[in-house]
């Protein structure tokens, strides 16, 4: 309990880490380093997807469980895009009011961030929980960290205090840890649930690669180097998996 608690709120509250330089810095950020900083998460959460949640899955379940997780993740994600509003933080329009449309958008981001709690929460009642549930937080948490800046930074450029900005984005990440803690206990009780909830938290990462992160850091003219980033942060998740 005491692990799952921990790595939850670390990995929620890298959000608000994430957003703490919108206190001092400028309120711009090029479309290169926006596009480096979403394609190097992407990387993060394709390696964590690959290399522990996925074999871990076919280690407890086989191969009929990770199809029926994968699956399922696949298909909230896509019954959440379909209900919430996709956002693109760089290209939204600034000087729109902030009881109208940024408060749609705060709870849009908090949605998203829904599964990824649950993927930590599942990882840590994984038989191997100290190992894959930490990772899988780290994965998280380093994925949280640069959604958290443009977070904020979208709100600042809303005309919204600093501070203000950084609290919200920080309050945005802590919803992961309900969910974390929902999927933990939920998987507790019901042991068989374990292999489906971990290919469920990969269908849900892998989604989010596929439809969010990889599209938008290739839409400004910065393909290639956000694939360098891209593979980087792959190498860079594994280099910390094996250093575990």
């Known amino acids: 309990m005491n692990g799952v608690l921990t790595g939850s709120v670390l990995s929620a509250l890298s959000t608000g880490l994430g957003a703490v330089p919108i206190l001092f810095m400028a309120k711009s950020l090029t479309h290169r380093w926006r596009d480096v900083l979403l394609a190097f998460s992407a990387g993060i959460m394709m390696a964590a997807s690959m290399t522990s949640l996925i074999p871990e899955?076919?280690?407890?379940?086989?191969?009929?469980?990770?199809?029926?997780?994968?699956?399922?993740?696949?298909?909230v994600l896509t019954l959440l895009e379909m209900t919430v509003p996709h956002i693109d933080l760089e290209h939204t329009k600034s000087g729109l009011q902030?009881?109208?449309?940024?408060?749609?958008?705060?709870?849009?981001?908090?949605?998203?961030?829904?599964?990824?709690?649950?993927?930590?929460?599942?990882?840590?009642?994984?038989?191997?929980?100290?190992?894959?549930g930490n990772l899988i937080a780290l994965a998280i948490g380093l994925q949280n960290a640069p959604e958290g800046f443009l977070v904020a930074l979208f709100l600042v450029n809303q005309q919204i205090g600093r501070f203000k900005a950084?609290?919200?984005?920080?309050?945005?990440?802590?919803?992961?840890?309900?969910?974390?803690?929902?999927?933990?206990?939920?998987?507790?009780?019901?042991?068989?649930?374990?292999?489906?909830?971990?290919?469920?938290?990969?269908?849900?990462?892998?989604?989010?690669?596929?439809?969010?992160?990889?599209?938008?850091?290739?839409?400004?003219?910065?393909?290639?180097?956000?694939?360098?980033?891209?593979?980087?942060?792959?190498?860079?998740?594994?280099?910390?998996?094996?250093?575990?």
């Open 57 to 75: 899955t076919l280690r407890s379940g086989g191969f009929e469980a990770l199809a029926i997780g994968l699956a399922a993740g696949v298909l």
């Open 98 to 132: 902030f009881d109208e449309k940024a408060m749609l958008i705060i709870a849009a981001i908090a949605m998203h961030n829904l599964p990824e709690g649950l993927s930590v929460g599942v990882s840590y009642a994984s038989d191997g929980a100290s190992q894959i």
């Open 166 to 244: 950084f609290v919200i984005a920080t309050l945005t990440g802590a919803v992961e840890i309900v969910t974390s803690l929902l999927g933990f206990y939920l998987t507790s009780l019901f042991r068989g649930l374990v292999p489906y909830g971990l290919a469920f938290a990969a269908g849900a990462m892998l989604f989010i690669i596929y439809k969010e992160l990889i599209p938008e850091s290739h839409g400004d003219g910065n393909e290639r180097i956000s694939t360098y980033a891209f593979i980087i942060g792959i190498l860079f998740m594994i280099l910390l998996t094996e250093s575990f």
